[in-house]
Structures are given as structure tokens and as C-alpha cells.
């Protein structure tokens, strides 16, 4: 079910079920997310996944416990201890319940609410301490004491003179770690109980999860469901294209889609991230707008469908071009606060201005030799990514780096830089090259776009002056971001302005497009064309039709 489409919608609260469906259909909106004690007719309820409140406790006594002894979620519904075995029979039977029921599977709404609420929100309660204290034991030998760690957290807050950071509580690191980890375990053994229980049915049963944050357990935990929604405002400066490209970096082939919010307060803001998301392979999901603008929403999920369905092109199962990498590491992010995922998303935002093809990667094996390494904000990354980025750039590899990469050692502690001191015109390191500009996310929460005339200096020094994959020239600015499958080459592209992009002139290189003389151009808003292209020195130009929103053009179809 989740190869075909993959825009959760959830069941409006007093809705009938087959208006909610029939109005989903219109914005092309699938599957329908359903509480499981809700009524639904045959032909939905097998379509549908059963909404299971995996991050609320049944009630506040099993709720985890924040630094200060409440019961966190207190503004809320309790949140569940992420430790607790109660939780996950509860969640088994649930799990059972659906799969009886007929639903096509689950969506585990949540299950990171409790550490969603930040280092002294949760964590607290007895399960919780007691999952510390094995892990204490484990680091630091059988005759480690057990400590009471709520007192040392009281304690260190008491005698703070501002905001808490991990490195400011006793074994700080540690806790944080294990927080973090008790995600993971969680999300995998409530997967497995539903998983256990189709296997025993012998039936098919999707596992998804919709999460509360975006941080480095959420993002590997992924790889654990079949199917991932995260939350995300509609962006008011820059495209998106660095949240997608992330999220897509992170899922692989998995269908993963972004939950906007708040609701958005500018004209047209829904329906571009749409149309950029489309172009990784990133759905919408959540409360869908009315209107032109969700008319326009389901114009970009139809195009994008009929890519995936009929020709099997779907961003998610082909390739991307590579000219950067940019890496993001768990490991990074979970040491800065963030920092690192947020500059993640802003390189790829202004790479992606340029029309520099620079998917995320998780894992520096996954760079492509040719392409430049791009560390945002790299801070923190572990000793073993430290020695991997050195020895490819002494080898010969070409690397841009925002701020200054340094290492942690294994519990997080600063274990310096690792390479030396660049410069945005680069420097010689060994065989390779490496620039260096300044840091994207200097503080948390804070802006530092990156110099567009400095990045530029940059990648002419890397990736050289004549050799670019793509480019545009027009008035009305557009996002250009290809995919290859199989022979076909598909350029996706984006009209960012509100109004429709005319006179656009594509340029793509010669080494992406090969000796291609005519493309098939096809909008979300209902051309369909087939247009020349023209050889134009290392590369072949065409001039696109107008369109507004959403296109692709696809060479070798």
C-alpha cells in the first residue's frame, strides 16, 4: 500500500468516513489514519492504518517523570516512559486488535513524545533510571554503585545559573545517550510486536510512525518502520529543499512524508513545498487546505504518482545526481543540540540555489569519488567519520566545510579538530582540496545564511568552472533537481515564484544528459510536450514551457 502513495491524512474528529474519504480522494490524499475503535466501512478499513497513541501513557501514574518529579505532559496528555513494559503489551495487544479489525496496518503517533520535551522534560521515572543505571554499569564496570540521579539532577539545577546542558548534569552524556537509544528500542520492539502478529496472521501489515521532533533518534529510527511523518513549518526563508533532501537521505527508499507546521500564514507557501518535497520523493501529510491551494497540492501528488506508478521513475527508487554530498551525522547531531541538522538543512537550501545536485548521505562511503564532501557544522562527528574524512581528503577528495569539523570521542566528549584551517578560495590538504566558509548554525535557533558570492567562490575552486550538471537562466527563479533511472534522466524541476515560469532556459550537462536531442516535458498543472534540446557547449539547453508549480522533464523516456 505504501509503494503507491504515501500522504497521510487523518480522520477529522467527528467526521463521517466516507466524507472524510471522498474529500482525501480529492487532494489525492492517501492512506486514511483512523482511530481503531472507529467505525469504518469495508472498503476503507483495509486501506487504512489504525492511529495507536504510542507516545501517551494510559494515565498520569505511568507517565514518565520529569527532572523536577511531575508527571511529564502535564499541559497535555501523560507521555509515555519510553522504558516501560506496560507500554509495549499495551501497544502488542493494539497492534493485535487492528490486524483483526482489518486495518492494513498501524501508525504509532508519537512514540517520541517524551523526549521530544528536551533533556529535563522525561526521563526521570523508575524505568528510566533504571535503564541508566545498567547503562552505567555497563560503561563503567560491575562495581559501579547505582546513584540516585533524579538528586544529582536536582542538585546541579539548584546550583545553575542559567539553562542545563548535558555537560552540566552528572554523567550528563550518558543520560542523554541512553534517552536517545530507549527511542530506538521502543520504536523496534513495538514494530516487531505488530510485525509478530501479521507474521502469525499471515498477512501483509504496514508499521509507520509519526513523530513529534526531528532529531538524531528519530532520524535512524527510519530505518525501523516501514513508513515515517515528521513535523515541519512551511519555510518562510528558502525553499525546503534541505529538509527533504534530508529526510530522503535518511529513509533510503522508504516512503516518508512531512507534516506542515503551523499552518501556513503565506499565499502559496503549502503548495511550493509540495512541489519541492515532490522532487525528492517527499509526500505532505496532515490537515489538507481548501481551495486553489489544495487544488494545486493534489496537481503535484498526481504528476508525482504518475511517475511512480506508470513509469516507475519515483524519486525515492532511482538514483540522484551527485556533484556534493552533504553529510549528516546522528552522531554530530545528537552532541550539538541540533546544530548540525539545522546547518544540514541550510547547505542544502543553498546548494540547491545554485542548482548544485548535493543529496544527503548518512554514511561517507556513500559519497561518490567524484563528488565534494560537504560538512555543515560538522562539530561533533565520531572519532571513526573523523578518520574516514581526513584519509579521503588526503587521498584526493575535494571537501567544504561550514565552520569547523572537529570530533567527539565516545561519550561525547570534545576531542578537537581534525583538520587544517581553510579558506574559501581552498586549500591544498595531501591530494585534495579543502574550502572552508562560516558556520551555518553558529547558536541554536540562530540564522547565518550562507554568503551565496563566498559559496560560489568555493564550488568554482571544487567542482571547477565549465562542468556543472545543471543550471537556469530566466527571470522567474527555479529549483532544478535530477534523478537518473536506468537510461532515463529526469529533471525535476520547480518554479519558485507565484506566478508561472516563463522564457526559462534549462542548461544540462553534457556528462549528466549524455547526447539526448528531444525531451518529454511534463507539468503538474496539464502540459505534456515533447521539446528539443540543443548542444550548447558542455552542455545541451532547451527552453521550457511555462508552468507554475511542479514539472519534469525526461530525457531517454
Keep these: 500500500m505504501l509503494e503507491a502513495a504515501f500522504a497521510p491524512y487523518r480522520l477529522p474528529p467527528g467526521a463521517l468516513p466516507e466524507e472524510s474519504a471522498r474529500a482525501a480522494e480529492a487532494l489525492a490524499a492517501e492512506p486514511l489514519l483512523a482511530p481503531p475503535a472507529e467505525p469504518l466501512p469495508a472498503p476503507l478499513v483495509d486501506r487504512a492504518l489504525a492511529d495507536l497513541p504510542a507516545g501517551r501513557a494510559a494515565s498520569p501514574t505511568e507517565a514518565c517523570r520529569a527532572a523536577d518529579g511531575s508527571p511529564c505532559g502535564l499541559s497535555g496528555p501523560p507521555r509515555a516512559c519510553l522504558a516501560s513494559q506496560r507500554q509495549r503489551a499495551r501497544l502488542d495487544e493494539a497492534s493485535r486488535a487492528a490486524l483483526e479489525a482489518g486495518f492494513a496496518g498501524v501508525c504509532l503517533d508519537r512514540p517520541d513524545a517524551s523526549l521530544a520535551l528536551g533533556l529535563l522534560g522525561a526521563g526521570f521515572c523508575p524505568d528510566c533510571q533504571r535503564a541508566l543505571g545498567r547503562h552505567l554499569q555497563r560503561e563503567y564496570g560491575e562495581h559501579f554503585q547505582p546513584v540516585d540521579y533524579l538528586a544529582l539532577a536536582r542538585e546541579a539545577l539548584a546550583s545553575a545559573p542559567g539553562a542545563v546542558a548535558f555537560d552540566q548534569l552528572p554523567f550528563g552524556r550518558d543520560f542523554w545517550r541512553v534517552r536517545n537509544e530507549l527511542l530506538e528500542q521502543a520504536i523496534r520492539d513495538y514494530a516487531r510486536g505488530a510485525r509478530d502478529a501479521a507474521r502469525a496472521a499471515g498477512k501483509a501489515f504496514e508499521v509507520v510512525a509519526q513523530f513529534e521532533a526531528i532529531g538524531p533518534a528519530q532520524l535512524r529510527s527510519i530505518q525501523l518502520v516501514d513508513g515515517a511523518i515528521f513535523p515541519a513549518p512551511v519555510p518562510t526563508t528558502g525553499a525546503g529543499l534541505g529538509l527533504a533532501r534530508l529526510l530522503r537521505g535518511t529513509a533510503g527508499r522508504r516512503p516518508v512524508a512531512i507534516a506542515p507546521t503551523p499552518a501556513p500564514q503565506q499565499p502559496g507557501g503549502l503548495p511550493r513545498l509540495a512541489a519541492v518535497a515532490a522532487t525528492c520523493g517527499v509526500e505532505l501529510s496532515g490537515l489538507e487546505p481548501a481551495g ?13 504518482r504518475q511517475l511512480a506508478l506508470r513509469a516507475g521513475r ?182 519558485l515564484g507565484p506566478e508561472k515560469a516563463q522564457g526559462a532556459t534549462l542548461f544540462l550537462g553534457s556528462h549528466v544528459a549524455g547526447g539526448a536531442r528531444r525531451g518529454r516535458f511534463v507539468s503538474a498543472d496539464g502540459t505534456d510536450v515533447r521539446i528539443p534540446l540543443n548542444p550548447s557547449g558542455y552542455s545541451i539547453s532547451t527552453v521550457l514551457p511555462s508552468f507554475r508549480g511542479y514539472a519534469v522533464l525526461s530525457l531517454g523516456a
Design 314 to 495: 519515483a524519486p525515492a527508487q532511482g538514483t540522484p545526481v551527485v556533484e556534493c554530498a552533504v553529510l549528516y551525522s546522528a552522531e554530530a547531531d545528537l552532541w550539538t543540540g541540533g546544530r548540525h541538522r539545522l546547518a544540514v538543512e541550510r547547505a542544502g537550501d543553498a546548494l540547491g540555489a545554485l542548482h548544485v545536485q548535493a543529496p544527503v548521505i548518512t554514511r561517507l562511503q556513500d559519497a561518490p569519488p567524484e563528488a565534494a564532501l560537504v560538512l555543515a557544522d560538522a562539530g561533533a562527528l565520531s572519532s571513526r567519520e573523523a578518520k574516514e574524512v581526513r584519509r579521503r581528503l588526503e587521498a584526493g577528495a575535494r571537501v567544504l566545510a561550514f565552520g569547523d569539523p572537529a570530533q567527539v570521542d565516545e561519550a561525547g566528549r570534545p576531542a578537537g579538530t581534525f583538520l587544517p584551517a581553510g579558506k574559501p578560495g581552498g586549500v591544498k590538504v595531501g591530494a585534495g582540496r579543502l574550502a572552508q566558509l562560516p558556520p551555518l548554525a553558529p547558536e541554536a535557533g540562530s540564522a547565518a545564511p550562507a554568503d551565496p558570492e563566498q559559496l560560489g567562490k568555493a564550488l568554482a575552486v571544487l567542482l571547477g568552472k565549465g562542468r556543472r550538471a545543471a543550471g537556469v537562466a530566466g527571470r522567474t527563479p527555479v529549483l532544478v533537481v535530477l534523478h537518473r533511472t536506468g537510461e532515463t534522466l529526469d529533471a525535476h524541476l520547480v518554479a
Design 292 to 304: 486553489e491551494a489544495g487544488a494545486e497540492v493534489a496537481r503535484t501528488r498526481r504528476l508525482a
